[in-house]
């Protein structure tokens, strides 16, 4: 062996190791997961040229939920009682409802406008937990709420006209995302009714299974039947919906979930490339001064929210 190969070995060995150790780190997961989330967006934006949204759902969720069950089978991770189910299928509504008008979102508005406004869901954590479980509210998290909403309506105003009256634009796509996240943020107060210490395991399974339970009606009620083209989308949204709560759980096994928060918004970023080089969306400056507004007042709740009074 020459000199110059036992010099490069070594060298080799280590950055490999650091790869490693980088795809190993809860940051690095927890941003893969939120690219992947990005990506079934962008499919699901995508494949609503050719299909309806809720036939869109529908399989996302119904292979998502085969895919699943065929990993468990596999690796037979350990799942709570049938005492649990009742109270996920209950949270299931609510992130089928999430899901569904987000996707709705993304067929009608841009893709990063939508992330940025789904992002408002942090800012109505505080305030449902207060409403329905009597947990203290603190001041300053009403006061970060109300900003943070403040640029959510600013970003749904310049693009709509909406507090002038002479509506522009679909009003309905910008105020989804919003009420995807009041859904989003509902199941998650939810958690807390059963115990802070839900298995993340457990969590990530029920949320790719019985959310399938409310559309499977729609292969009933509507024609459902793909082209092959259409299904292997199909199959893709439900491999980036499933790798998305995988990585999440995987995240958030290895980490403190303040401290993976940051990686929540880096959506924007992914959002923002995706639809510009797919779909030539280009956000205007009103968009990204929203959602600067939006992410600052996110941080400040949640900073607001774990500082000891």
């Not at 509504?93 to 996707?103: G, M, R, T, V």
């Amino acid at each position: 062996m020459s000199a110059d190969l036992k010099l490069r070995l070594p060298c080799c060995h280590y950055i490999m190791s650091q790869l490693l150790s980088i795809a190993r780190s809860p940051y690095f997961i927890g941003a893969a997961a939120i690219f992947f989330a990005s990506c079934m967006n962008a499919m699901i934006k995508g494949l609503s040229v050719y299909e309806s949204v809720v036939v869109i759902t529908a399989w996302r969720y119904s292979l998502g939920a085969t895919l699943v069950i065929v990993l468990w089978f596999i690796f037979r991770p350990p799942l709570p009682g049938w005492s649990a189910v009742p109270f996920h299928v209950f949270r299931g509504f609510f992130q089928i409802s999430a899901a569904s008008l987000f996707f709705w979102s993304v067929t009608k508005i841009p893709l990063a406008t939508a992330a940025a406004l789904g992002l408002t869901g942090t800012l109505m954590i505080g305030p449902l937990a207060w409403l329905l479980m009597r947990e203290p509210l603190k001041r300053d998290v009403i006061g970060g709420t109300l900003v943070g909403f403040a640029g959510a309506l600013f970003i749904v105003n310049t693009e709509t006209q909406l507090l002038s009256g002479e509506i522009d634009g679909p009003v309905l796509g910008y105020l989804a995302p919003i009420l995807a996240s009041l859904c989003h943020a509902l199941s998650v107060v939810l958690l807390r009714f059963r115990s802070q210490s839900e298995d993340p395991i457990v969590v990530a399974f029920f949320a790719n299974t019985l959310p399938a339970l409310y559309v499977l009606p729609v292969f009933f009620l509507m024609d459902a039947q793909p082209t092959i083209e259409l299904f292997g989308g199909y199959i893709l949204c439900a491999f980036f919906g499933v790798s998305f709560w995988s990585l999440t759980t995987i995240a958030y096994a290895r980490a403190p979930a303040a401290k993976l928060a940051p990686m929540t918004y880096t959506q924007l970023i992914w959002a923002a490339v995706i639809g510009f080089f797919v779909f030539g969306e280009l956000p205007g400056a009103s968009m990204w001064l929203g959602a600067a507004v939006i992410v600052a007042a996110c941080f400040y709740v949640m900073r607001s929210s774990n500082r000891v009074s």
